[in-house]
């Protein structure tokens, strides 16, 4: 059921950054690798079917808006107990120019990936050679991009989002996209996805090589210096993972081999005090550090780390201002209990772990997850007894606004 949310969050990032209407439902993703792929427009999304995700302490299901309740909290409390909780004040708001989404390359107008032909390295449990892509419907999911057309093994890409950076050095532009090798007609896809990097020569594609742990979760990707960087996630692979950690590749001329990111992640305390007032939680009076089971006890109550989706598909690294710096976002409940949710925000931290905002979903709401594209976050929330919702806020240059 998790991985039906990550494919809802995907589809919601692709289309706000496609700059169209909020989306009217999700399509079913039916495993965690199938994060990234084949994304809809709001009117598909609209027919697509229920979604649902696993939260820590109780389930979701998801219908883009449709009269779906979710389980009561654990222990047999219904309604949060906080009523009486004092709201953040009021934050004027500014004016903010709309950022316009980075288009494909001139060296990469006219490829259409759905009718592409891409020559594709050895890999153990892939096609290789040239694989022609087109629309199929596999797996319960409607047009996925997949080739070849008969005969297995067999890939599918996922082209929203693509993107574009010069990672071999010689000038020109590379695509990279989330991909997927498949055995057979039955099979799951559990475990394949990856990160494939193609490079365009004329009117050939061709794919320098796949990046990245395989069957892992990958939330976003960017291009960095002549570095592939990936907010990426243990799953069917692992790794001593640190919360918000990045990991990072550059191509060597023959592979690409994995780099330090500068983004470990959340592995000293959070300097919270920044934000207080604005979380519905008390002030702790110093950096609070978590445990290896992401809890801590400051100001008198407990603390969470606990993210809204399990395994954790959300995006943490994201570019608020579109200058290449990266904050983190993390979601942290305080006061929580096994017969109430407690206090529950979201927290943007600067590279030092210190809060520069929080953005507290509304009055007894909880958060289910969320995406970003552009300085645009979306929450996804819900209340016992209610359908899930979204929630947007704006970045202004220093703090989220609706």
Request: with cysteine; hydrophobic share 35%.
């Amino acid at each position: 059921m998790t991985d039906d949310l990550t494919q809802a969050l995907s589809r919601l990032r692709a289309d706000v950054g496609s700059a169209v209407a909020p989306p009217t439902g999700a399509q079913v993703r039916r495993r965690a690798e199938r994060r990234l792929r084949t994304r809809r427009t709001a009117t598909a999304l609209g027919a697509a079917a229920v979604v649902g995700a696993v939260l820590v302490g109780g389930g979701l299901i998801w219908n883009g808006g449709a009269s779906q309740t979710p389980p009561p909290l654990p222990g047999g409390s219904d309604s949060p107990s906080h009523t009486g909780t004092p709201s953040a004040a009021a934050r004027p708001s500014r004016p903010v120019d709309a950022r316009q989404t980075p288009q494909a390359p001139a060296d990469w107008a006219g490829v259409d990936w759905a009718t592409a032909t891409v020559t594709l390295p050895a890999q153990q449990g892939c096609p290789s050679g040239p694989v022609t892509l087109r629309k199929q419907d596999f797996n319960g999911v409607a047009d996925m991009i997949m080739g070849p057309a008969t005969g297995w093994p067999k890939v599918s890409v996922d082209p929203r989002p693509v993107v574009y950076g010069d990672l071999t050095a010689d000038g020109q532009p590379e695509a990279v996209l989330h991909a997927t090798c498949w055995q057979t007609e039955e099979d799951s896809g559990d475990g394949q996805g990856q990160l494939l990097v193609v490079r365009r020569d004329g009117a050939t594609l061709r794919a320098v090589g796949w990046v990245g742990p395989r069957g892992a979760i990958y939330a976003d990707r960017w291009i960095d210096n002549g570095r592939l960087v990936t907010d990426v996630k243990p799953w069917h692979t692992g790794w001593d993972y640190a919360l918000g950690a990045a990991r990072a590749f550059r191509w060597t001329g023959q592979a690409f081999t994995e780099v330090d990111s500068g983004l470990p992640g959340i592995v000293t305390p959070l300097d919270l005090s920044p934000v207080a007032g604005l979380t519905g939680c008390p002030a702790p009076p110093e950096p609070v550090r978590f445990d290896a089971e992401q809890r801590a006890t400051a100001a008198g109550t407990t603390w969470d780390l606990f993210q809204p989706t399990a395994p954790d598909s959300e995006q943490h690294l994201v570019d608020l201002d579109g200058d290449g710096t990266r904050r983190l976002l993390v979601s942290i409940t305080c006061g929580r209990t096994d017969k109430d949710p407690g206090h529950g925000f979201v927290a943007v931290l600067d590279g030092s772990l210190r809060a520069i905002d929080a953005v507290r979903p509304p009055e007894g709401t909880t958060v289910a997850g969320w995406s970003h594209v552009n300085g645009l976050l979306t929450l996804l929330v819900y209340r016992p007894g209610e359908a899930t919702r979204q929630v947007r806020y704006t970045w202004n240059g220093d703090y989220f606004q609706r």
